[in-house]
Structure formats: structure tokens, C-alpha cells
């Protein structure tokens, strides 16, 4: 017995085949409108016959013709799928499909942007639609508009924020008491006349600090601070953590701290940024605290993480006092007999 798919009773007269199935010809009806389909004119989708008006896109609401996707029993033009469902590229708004890049900020980007230019302080792609443009300094250096504003273009604000950040190392443990440190801003070249090395390959160099030793006979006869040296246009934050940083090779110069490895005296400036920088608690500052932690530079980053580490075996004021002994970190044996 042949029986109507649409209402399950039997099928004698006036019945049609489609879809292979029998169904009465009041019984064939969309499944969108429950209106009456033409048995040679219609569209199956989720295996029901509808008018191919009435099968509409959720995102568009006009009618799908040709390809789609289904979702959540619904059927969704391909570009409005992507749209409603696909992440876009904060760069060029395209749909991220496949291979993606997705920043601090939780910015995605498609692979083709990644080597864009950054900005030095954030690290944002500078663009447009992310950044509101930026600014590429004579120098080299790049400052998205986001971080434009807050930077330090003279050396009153910049001797200013110096005497805090004195302060700031003062409480970590390390005071310069009425030891001068003149600060002078600079570009990029002038920074790198100076430089007293060349592992600056993962950063560029920001900022420095410059003494001289005069020596005769292989005997010190005279050590003289003379500067630090920052970058120029620097966001404030950024200016900050370089000044800290800096201010720490001019504490262990004047507390003369002579012979210490290039890893042990800059892991430990590294490590004063990442003390102050744990207690301003703003997402710019855990971004600086990521690019510390993860920085594989053997240098600033394997340094930082030995001091991080030696930190844990001793006390501030014992570790600085191993440290001009030894001129080495600390193991966990040593730093338990030391105390």
C-alpha cells in the first residue's frame, strides 16, 4: 500500500512521486510557508521541498540559490557564514581562513600582514583600521597613533619621570642616594655610536648608560659617570621601564660592581623593570611582562631569568651582595650556604 509521506495516510488518486516518495498533492507544500509546491519547481534543503524564495539566508534574509553552508539547521550564503561566524583580519577585513597570527591584544591578522611594520612600543601592526596610522621617525623608529600621544619629546618631562623611576628602583632596593645620572634624549643612531655591545638583534637599542674608566699602569685611576641616554618619542610607560632598567647599570657602577658577565648585570636590569612593571597592573604593562618572559634573547631574556630565579634563592639585598662577590648567579646549593 502506497502511503503519503506528508500525512502518512494512504495514497490512492491524485497523489504525485518526488523525492522519491508518494505524496498527495495537497500534502506537497513548503516547508517554509506551508503553502502548495509545484511538483517540477522547487528547492530540497534538510531533505524537505521548499520554495526557492522561502529558503532564505539567516544573515541576509534573501533567498539561497547556489552554494551555502548549513548551520543550526539553517541555510547561510558562504560570504554570510564568514561574516557572521568567521573572524575577520583587523588589517584587511577578510575572512581568516586557514593560517592565522593573533597579537597581545587579541588582534587576528592573515599570515600576509605579518611582517608589516610594528610598533616598537606595542607591537601592534601599525595600520588604519588597527592603529589609526602611526608615525616612522627619521630614525627608524615606529610609534603607532594609539602610543603616539604619550611620548616624551623633551628632557624636562624626561628628567621628571627619571627622579620617579630613582624612586621606584629606591623601593625595589636599590638606592642612588645624590649620585647624578643626567638624562638625554636621542635617536636611534647616536644610541648605537655609543652602545657598549651588539646583542640588541631581537630589539632595537632604547636606551643606555654611559660612565668612563681611566685606567694606568692596569690600575683604575678614575671612574666618571657621565649620562643615560634613552630613545626619543618613547610612549611614557615604555620610557619608563628603559629608565628603571638604565638606572640600575648606574647603581652597580657607583657601587662599583667591576667584571660582572654581560647575562648576570643586564638580567638583573631586566629584572627591576619586571619587579616595577608587576605593580602598575594596566594591560600595557603585562604586555611588557609577556615580551620579558618570553624574549629568547640569551642575554636580556636567558639573563632575566636566572636573576628571576637567583631572586627566589636570596633576598634583594643578600643577592646583590653575592653577586659582587661571585660574579655569578646563584644555584640552589650555593645560595643555601650563603645565607
Known amino acids: 500500500m502506497r502511503v503519503c509521506h506528508g500525512c502518512q495516510k494512504s495514497v490512492r488518486e491524485n497523489a504525485i512521486y518526488v523525492m522519491g516518495k508518494y505524496w498527495h498533492t495537497h500534502c506537497f507544500v513548503c516547508a517554509g510557508c506551508s503553502r502548495a ?17 522561502c529558503l532564505r539566508c539567516p544573515g541576509c534574509n534573501k533567498p539561497v540559490v547556489d552554494q551555502y553552508i548549513e548551520k543550526d539547521n539553517a541555510p547561510w550564503h558562504v560570504a554570510c557564514f ?11 577585513g577578510e575572512p581568516l581562513q586557514g593560517r592565522y597570527f593573533q597579537d597581545f591584544w587579541g588582534n587576528r591578522y592573515c599570515a600576509k600582514h605579518r611582517n608589516y611594520d610594528r610598533c616598537t612600543s606595542c607591537g601592534r601592526i601599525v595600520c588604519g583600521p588597527l592603529t589609526g ?46 649620585a647624578p645620572t643626567p638624562i638625554h634624549l636621542a635617536g636611534r643612531d647616536e644610541l648605537h655610536k655609543f652602545s657598549r655591545h651588539k646583542h640588541h638583534e631581537e630589539h632595537p637599542l632604547l636606551g643606555l648608560a654611559r660612565w ?115 660574579h655569578r648567579f646563584p644555584g640552589a646549593i650555593a645560595a643555601f650556604f650563603y645565607h
Open 37 to 53: 509546491l509545484e511538483s517540477d519547481r522547487f528547492v530540497v534543503f534538510g531533505n524537505k521541498p521548499w520554495h526557492q524564495h
Open 82 to 92: 564568514h561574516q557572521k561566524f568567521t573572524p575577520s583580519c583587523a588589517v584587511c
Open 133 to 178: 596610522g602611526g608615525m616612522r621617525f627619521p630614525d627608524g623608529l615606529v610609534i603607532c597613533n594609539l602610543c603616539c600621544d604619550s611620548g616624551i619629546i623633551t628632557e624636562a618631562r624626561a628628567e621628571t619621570l627619571l627622579q620617579e623611576m630613582r624612586q621606584a628602583l629606591k623601593q625595589i632596593g636599590l638606592n642612588l642616594a645624590n
Open 212 to 326: 668612563q674608566v681611566t685606567r694606568a699602569s692596569g690600575r683604575i685611576v678614575d671612574r666618571s659617570f657621565q649620562d643615560i641616554i634613552i630613545q626619543q618619542n618613547l610612549p611614557e610607560l615604555h620610557f619608563r621601564t628603559v629608565a628603571i632598567h638604565e638606572l640600575c647599570h648606574a647603581w652597580f657602577f657607583y657601587n662599583q660592581y667591576e667584571g660582572l658577565p654581560l647575562e648576570v648585570e643586564e638580567g638583573m636590569c631586566v629584572l627591576m623593570e619586571y619587579l616595577w612593571l608587576r605593580h602598575q597592573k594596566t594591560r600595557e604593562a603585562a604586555y611588557f611582562i609577556q615580551q620579558i618572559a618570553q624574549s629568547p634573547d640569551p642575554v636580556y631574556g636567558d639573563g632575566f631569568r636566572q636573576a628571576r630565579q637567583a631572586l627566589k634563592r636570596l633576598p634583594m639585598k643578600v643577592l646583590l651582595q653575592y653577586l659582587k662577590e661571585k
